[in-house]
């Protein structure tokens, strides 16, 4: 069984951080890209950031600069260092995994931020 649980989750102040976590469980991590989406109130979830299996990364323009992605393959955990935060990045984040026509999703954890 696949497991993606999402961590770190929570209510900060404009200018402040977070780290995300997401442990996996149930797949071979090392193999699989590994991804960070997020969706807002009345809009489409998108791609925050992404880490290959060989860590080669991405990012949304939105957060460039200012959001990490890496990746622990001993501990099959992703992380999402978020900097700078701004009230525009308030969403639902979630973790996917995927790996050829094989995706998965966690559940989600809530980023709010806001004075």
């Known amino acids: 069984q696949v497991q993606l649980v999402e961590s770190g989750g929570g209510l900060v102040q404009p200018g402040g951080s977070l780290r995300l976590s997401c442990a996996a469980s149930?797949?071979?991590?090392?193999?699989?890209?590994m991804g960070w989406y997020r969706q807002a109130p009345g809009k489409q979830r998108e791609l925050v950031a992404a880490i290959s299996s060989g860590a080669n990364t991405n990012y949304a323009d939105s957060v460039k600069g200012r959001f990490t992605i890496s990746r622990d393959n001993a501990k099959n955990t992703v992380y999402l260092q978020m900097n700078s935060l701004k009230p525009e990045d308030t969403a639902v984040y979630y973790c996917?995994?995927?790996?050829?026509?094989?995706?998965?999703w966690g559940q989600g954890t809530q980023v709010t931020v806001s004075s």
């Open positions: 149930g797949i071979i991590f090392d193999i699989y890209t």
């Open positions: 996917n995994a995927g790996w050829g026509s094989r995706g998965y």
